[in-house]
């Protein structure tokens, strides 16, 4: 399927709603593309580009699974679990949302991407970034 670009509040939640944000679902993978490289003459060529893609699956069919692509990412904040952890890994709520300068994805129900205090915690699990691009993961 084709990638949509998030573009408004609109395309946002179609996309949470659409997802049931995010219940039941667990997160699949990461991949992280920083653009960054060293040629063969050994000269670096920095470009940030910072995509990070993240896919999910849920129980549920409709649609099952789902990435996004987040483009010029601006911060990861995420715990891994370990088995040994004893904590559930399944994502029971999330939500996309966003302000003027950038686009957020959030397990935390009550974050407020305008508040300069919720913007501001380093504990929560979130990913910040400049845009966001997303489509269905056909099987």
């Not at 699974?65 to 399944?90: G, M, Q, V, Y």
């Not at 994502?91 to 686009?103: E, G, L, T």
């Not at 009550?110 to 966001?132: Q, V």
């Amino acid at each position: 399927m084709k990638w949509k670009k998030v573009n408004n509040i609109d395309d946002i939640k179609q996309l949470n709603e659409l997802y049931d944000f995010f219940e039941d679902s667990v997160l699949v993978g990461m991949n992280y593309i920083s653009g960054n490289n060293v040629d063969e003459e050994l000269v670096g060529h920095l470009r940030n580009m910072n995509d990070l893609k993240v896919t999910f699956q849920r129980l549920d069919r409709k649609p099952f699974c789902i990435e996004l692509w987040f483009t010029h990412t601006k911060r990861l904040n995420f715990r891994f679990i370990n088995p040994a952890d004893n904590l559930l890994s399944d994502i029971m709520f999330a939500k996309i949302c966003k302000n003027d300068d950038s686009i957020f994805w959030t397990l935390w129900e009550d974050f407020n991407p305008n508040c300069k205090d919720h913007l501001s915690y380093t504990d929560l699990t979130i990913i910040e970034a400049e845009g966001l691009k997303w489509r269905i993961v056909e099987d």
